[in-house]
């Protein structure tokens, strides 16, 4: 791959174990992926190829029936090494997330404003910066400067509660400056709603301002329009595209729609039962697709035009990733299986400049 000097993030043979009462799942198998500086990056497969397990390595929230091998490498730092207490430093400010539900991962008794307002003084305290402290006193709301301490952050989230009863707005600008970044119409009364007063796709555009406004390096996004419209899906993918290139943030998005990787990649990796088996820039991998199951994929999608022809379907289904596969897993699905692909392990190799498959028929 590229020079590694040149990556934001690599991750060098990642392989997840979950140790459960019905055996040891391999979620992912010694996973190769970079990330460059700047870069959209759109990770596809089905339901079960790993997609999840992948981002919540990066970000360090697997559950603690996890095992974890490989290296996970984030401006040269083996971030799988941290301990919880040194992952503080990274999560939220230098690599941010954005769930599939946005309703979970807000406070539901918390106004929006409160809780903007709360990241936004969180990011400054982490980072060292002179942080505006908002007082709640008997004479209403003050502002006054204050020097970052240790226990600075727990004391601002109870004055920050203490502020839901009334905002001021010098106290909100930059919140109200974040909430019409993402295209949100009415900064000022979105930030007096609880969450549960917004639609899915309002929620999800406060979740990407308050997770951009830590100002990452790196945003994760773990299929973030699955449960919206398809006109509300575009312009939160529009707008992701728009706030990384303004931002100067490499983003990974987690998807199992191959319309999403089209609309907003630069590269696509295309993930199947915990393996990379494709990666490449999205306008190649879209004309060219090189692995029997890209080419499956592209084959079962809907063009948007009306076609008399049925659309292609998969046979078959992801093996069970309790067991050992000493080959190819996609064998049993596919139609140019041979005696190398049962049996010896499938190199992962570069098959064009910047195209690479993990297949026997290119090597």
């Known amino acids: 791959m590229n020079d590694k000097e040149q990556s934001l993030l690599r991750v060098e043979e990642l392989t997840i174990l979950y140790h459960s009462p019905s055996g040891v799942i391999k979620a992912l198998d010694n996973v190769h992926l970079e990330v460059r500086p700047k870069e959209f990056l759109v990770v596809v497969g089905e339901s079960g190829s790993g997609k999840s397990t992948l981002a919540l390595s990066i970000i360090g929230l697997l559950p603690q029936n996890a095992e974890t091998q490989g290296k996970i490498v984030y401006k040269g730092y083996n971030m799988a090494e941290l301990s919880k207490e040194e992952w503080t430093k990274y999560r939220g400010t230098e690599i941010g997330m954005i769930f599939q539900e946005p309703l979970s991962s807000l406070n539901p008794v918390q106004k929006i404003g409160g809780q903007m307002l709360e990241a936004l003084q969180i990011e400054n305290t982490r980072r060292g910066r002179p942080n505006k402290v908002y007082n709640y006193s008997t004479r209403g709301i003050v502002m006054t400067e204050s020097k970052p301490s240790k226990d600075l952050e727990t004391k601002l989230t109870g004055q920050i509660r203490m ?201």
Request: charged share 30%.
């Open 163 to 363: 502020l839901r009863g009334g905002y001021k707005r010098e106290a909100l600008k930059e919140v109200y400056d974040w909430l019409k970044k993402v295209r949100i119409a009415d900064p000022e009364g979105t930030a007096e709603k609880y969450p549960f007063e917004l639609s899915g796709g309002m929620m999800q555009r406060v979740m990407i301002a308050m997770t951009l406004s830590q100002k990452p390096s790196l945003l994760l996004a773990d299929e973030p329009t699955t449960a919206l419209d398809v006109t509300t899906q575009a312009q939160i993918l529009e707008l992701m595209r728009t706030l990384m290139d303004s931002q100067d943030t490499a983003v990974v998005l987690i998807t199992h729609d191959l319309g999403v990787a089209a609309q907003v990649a630069d590269r696509v990796v295309v993930l199947y039962a915990g393996d990379v088996v494709e990666d490449a820039p999205v306008q190649e991998l879209f004309s060219k697709p090189l692995h029997p199951y890209t080419k499956g994929l592209l084959k079962s999608y809907p063009k948007g035009t009306k076609i008399r022809e049925k659309l292609e379907t998969l046979p078959g289904s992801i093996p069970d990733l309790r067991r050992e596969i000493v080959g190819c897993k996609f064998a049993d699905r596919c139609q140019f299986v041979n005696e190398k692909c049962r049996n010896d392990r499938v190199q992962y190799v570069e098959a064009e400049k910047g195209h690479y498959v993990r297949c026997t028929l290119y090597y």
